[in-house]
């Protein structure tokens, strides 16, 4: 990925063909090599909202637009910004319905699940994670909200607005930060919100 400073980083651009056949690929040797219950998708997103502005991102915007594109990179402000943020978008669901296809092609049984910020639908247009609409179209069957939120009472209720969320019923397993960058739990604080995930009517959690 480029960023909007020009500054190339150490990711794969999601819209380039390459990078997304060698995802799909990597999906099916996992499921045609191994006994696998489920695949879980990791960092299935942009990095951030200042990337990417490769040549690449930009000749295809500009095919999917049918527009010359005159100021690249898009600036926050730019009028043409939203129609940015939603080909960002598709070039990360496209990459979750194609994979869907594929285990259910590959392997019906095998479970597709994601692991998502938790600040939706924010997180939509900041990294093209849109997976309130992956759960709306069934191209997962859950998804795991990084919720690494140390304070209970935040926690609590991150869970209950995600839980509230359209199509959320069974398809939301909270994760719970024990180690993560963002929070270090006790096993006291741990205990405490696996109980609260358990009052949310939540079926699961993952501990992170």
């Not at 995802?23 to 990337?51: M, P």
């Not at 669901?93 to 095998?110: E, F, S, Y």
């Not at 509230?164 to 096993?187: N, Q």
Request: net charge positive.
């Amino acid at each position: 990925m480029v960023s909007d400073t020009g500054n190339i980083t150490s990711w794969l651009c999601p819209s380039h063909p390459d990078n997304l056949r060698s995802e799909k690929d990597a999906i099916r040797e996992i499921l045609q090599n191994y006994s696998v219950d489920g695949i879980q998708l990791d960092f299935i997103r942009f990095r951030d909202s200042h990337t990417c502005f490769c040549t690449g991102c930009k000749a295809r915007f500009e095919a999917y637009t049918g527009k010359r594109i005159r100021k690249w990179p898009i600036p926050a402000n730019a009028e043409n910004r939203g129609e940015f943020n939603r080909w960002r978008r598709e070039q990360i669901t496209r990459l979750v319905r194609d994979i869907r296809a594929i285990t259910r092609t590959m392997k019906p049984g095998c479970k597709l699940s994601a692991a998502v910020y938790a600040n939706y639908p924010a997180v939509a247009d900041s990294i093209g994670q849109d997976w309130g609409t992956w759960l709306k179209e069934d191209l997962v069957d859950f998804v795991c909200p990084m919720d690494y939120i140390q304070n209970n009472l935040q926690f609590a209720d991150t869970v209950r607005k995600q839980m509230a969320m359209p199509y959320a019923v069974d398809k939301i397993y909270p994760g719970i930060g024990v180690t993560a960058s963002e929070s270090r739990l006790t096993p006291i604080q741990t205990m405490d919100q696996i109980t609260i995930v358990g009052r949310s009517g939540a079926r699961g959690f993952v501990l992170f």
